[in-house]
């Protein structure tokens, strides 16, 4: 069932598109949203039964919201444009053992960038305390992304009612006090909370399971809602955070051309979900505290592919890691998802590695 929602004639096209992401983790049964061309509606594509009036009451707060919020715009910073024919469409048998490949060459790759950073590796669990991301107000700002985790009680009684059939699981089932990584980052601040260090530069990397809640509809082999993520993460004094991540915004931007892809690098927010906390976005842009390489995909689209951020103070001061006392230290990491690195690969240059780029040749040699 389709619906189509008039927007207000004033919206410009990113404001349309703002609305449109939005009503992603607005309203559930959606299973399909687009702006129209001239951005004077949003259609969306019903799986059940809805309510018009909660709906169109919801497209107008939403069209009220970017019409008062202040925006500032991205800005590319570095663009690159090759042309590739799309590679053919491929059974997924074939497919799953060139991702395995792939796997060990892009974690191998990114290995070796942080080596260059002298990096000390780590591999930390899929779970961390939601005591310790409430310090990143993580729920707060991202609660459309949260998976929180459930767990049965120790309690004979009530596990052999389960297993007895007299109660289901759900009546059983309580919250417990941990979640699913949303990135590997959070084990870093949980690693270093509350300590001093000093004038020191810490380097770590670490690959990991996340998850993340994304709308079914959405999920694709670029969106998934459990991937790896490769992470360089850093605690060090401000000037040489920031040489950090332009060390290795510059090596993985090279790499990025050396693959034969298109894209570029931008300054970029994360996806703030509630209004009132739009200050953090613009926050973000103008004092440049995250940009992101986004690629072309040869089917058409575009899709993140990794980060490289600059938190200063910021999360450094919500777990108490200070480089003297009173003076929060400085931190910063770089995030890549190793699913879309591998996706790109293979829509781009096929399954066959004999036709892959050398450097992935290589690298699948090593590996």
């Known amino acids: 069932m389709n619906v189509t929602f008039p927007l207000p004639a004033q919206l410009t096209p990113a404001q349309a598109s703002s609305i449109a ?5 607005g309203v559930e049964g959606i299973d399909g949203i687009t702006v129209t061309p001239d951005g004077d509606a949003v259609e969306l594509s ?4 809805y309510d018009h009036d909660v ?11 970017v019409m008062t919020a202040r925006v500032r715009k991205t800005a590319v910073i570095r663009r690159h444009d090759v042309h590739v024919p799309d590679a053919p469409a491929a059974p997924q048998s074939p497919r799953r053992a060139a991702r395995g490949m792939l796997h060990r060459a892009y974690e191998q790759m990114f290995l070796e960038v942080a080596w260059d950073l002298e990096a000390e590796e780590r591999r930390y669990p899929a779970l961390i305390e939601r005591s310790l991301m409430d310090r990143s107000h993580y729920i707060d700002w991202f609660p459309q992304n949260g998976f929180l ?4 009680p120790h309690d004979r009684e009530a596990l052999a009612a389960v297993r007895r059939g007299d109660v289901s699981v759900d009546e059983v089932r309580r919250s417990s006090p941990y979640m699913l990584n949303p990135a590997v980052c959070f084990q870093f601040y949980r690693e270093f909370h509350g300590q001093e260090i000093g004038d020191q530069t810490i380097v770590v990397t670490a690959s990991g399971d996340c ?4 709308a079914p509809w959405r999920v694709s082999n670029y ?7 490769r992470e360089i993460a850093w605690l060090a004094p401000a000037e040489t955070s920031e040489e950090l991540r332009t060390k290795t915004m510059e090596r993985v931007w090279a790499l990025f051309q050396e693959l034969g892809f298109s894209g570029r690098i931008e300054i970029a927010t994360d996806p703030i979900y509630h209004p009132e906390d739009s200050r953090i976005k613009q926050h973000q842009l103008l004092a440049q505290s995250k940009y992101e390489l986004v690629a072309k995909l040869p089917g058409g689209g575009s899709s993140s592919i990794g980060s490289f951020n600059n938190m200063r103070e910021a999360q450094c001061r919500k777990f108490d890691i200070s480089s003297h006392p009173g003076s929060a230290a400085h931190s910063g990491c770089a995030a890549f998802g190793l699913e879309r690195w591998i996706e790109l690969t293979l829509d781009t240059h096929g399954l066959d590695a004999f036709g892959w780029p050398d450097r992935l040749r290589e690298l699948v040699r090593k590996a």
């Open 21 to 25: 992401d939005k009503l992603i983790y």
């Open 46 to 49: 019903f799986i059940a039964d």
């Open 55 to 65: 709906v169109s009451k919801l497209v107008s707060d939403l069209a009220e919201e």
């Open 149 to 152: 985790v459930d767990e049965l």
């Open 211 to 214: 998850f993340r809640h994304e």
């Open 223 to 229: 969106r998934l809602p459990a991937f790896s993520m």
